[in-house]
């Protein structure tokens, strides 16, 4: 396998020459934050729309979010001033296991703390406060995204002016913590994982991806886009094909130490941790919220937002139907746009 390329380099890197301290206890003696802006503040300073991404994205969010963000679309950076940073731990620009170690001049490797959802928003905080941005108009985060966009909101919550967290959760479930084990189990089963090198463990992490994709989709997704149509194949299926590309094509793009991080990182996810209940940190979130569900999502399935909305002060819940189980709040451009712009125009119900 070749070496994975990490292309989507930043417009900009923060760097904070100052210790940071994870939710740990370990400290990291600095910090670089990978981030892209997209348009340009106003004079009121109320345009700004952060996202957050999810476990394998980047702060480049006008390619992965094409149909959200972008000219003409709901997004528009001749409109909005558009901010997604890379959050701690990846491999796309921020402090993570492919940086330096000035301990030893070499990447950290597995030797990289172990971060959490919390020790990601603190990051974002930082640059928050370094842009010189005291509101922001409208956090956007699906997945792994919006468990940071959440537990920001409950760290900050005079910040956001409203959030929309899509497809995601107040607490890691067992079952999506038992899926990033498996994911886990598949990475160590590599030997080349306990290697010092940036392409170490890339047939684990071809292997994590595969067992990852089948938690993004579904039965229903697979029946429609990978049936054969033939009864006389014995081998050689689509759907074989179709998960050894996908577990491929991530080995070129990304690391098998920082995604077993995030991993963990994800499954740290607990807004309620320290705060008394579930309940009562989301009755601490003042801005106003959306929360989007996906109707075949098996890794954060809709009872989960429901339990977002239901215990979010007035915050409203909005369904889709769609086939592409979790992975539809990256496809279903047409249907989030008008639930999202009946939202931020105060007309949904």
Known sequence: MSMPQFISTPHQTLRIDAPFSLESGITLPALEIGYHIYGKLNAARDNVVWVCH??????????????LIGKGRLFD??????????????????????????????????????????????????????????????GLGGSMGGQQLLEWAIQEPTVFEA???????????????????SQRLALEADATFFEDRLDAGLAGLKAARSIGILSYRNYETFGKTQSETTDEKV????????????????????NAHSYWQLSKAMDSHNVGRGRGSLEEALAQIQART??????????????????????????EYVEITSPYGHD?????????????QEFLHGVHA
């Open 54 to 67: 999810a476990l394998t994205g980047n702060s480049d969010a006008a390619v992965w979010w094409d149909g």
């Open 77 to 138: 950076p001749e409109e909005y001033c558009i901010i997604c940073a890379n959050m701690l731990g990846s491999c796309y620009g921020s402090s993570g296991a492919s940086s330096i170690n000035p301990s030893t001049s070499t990447p950290y490797f597995r030797l990289f703390p172990q971060v959490t959802v919390r020790d990601m928003v603190r990051a974002h905080i930082l640059l928050r406060k370094e842009l010189g941005i005291e509101k922001i108009h409208v």
């Open 163 to 181: 959030i929309i967290p899509m497809a995601t959760n107040a607490k890691h479930s067992p079952w999506g913590i038992a899926f990033n084990e």
């Open 235 to 254: 081998d050689g299926y689509r759907a074989s094909s179709y998960q050894s590309y996908q577990g491929e094509k991530l080995t070129r793009r990304f």
């Open 290 to 315: 959306l929360i989007v569900g996906i109707s075949t999502d098996i890794l954060f399935p809709p009872e989960e937002q429901r339990f977002l909305a239901a215990h979010i002060p007035e915050a």
């Open 328 to 340: 539809g709040f990256l496809i279903e451009f047409a249907a989030l746009t008008d639930i999202l």
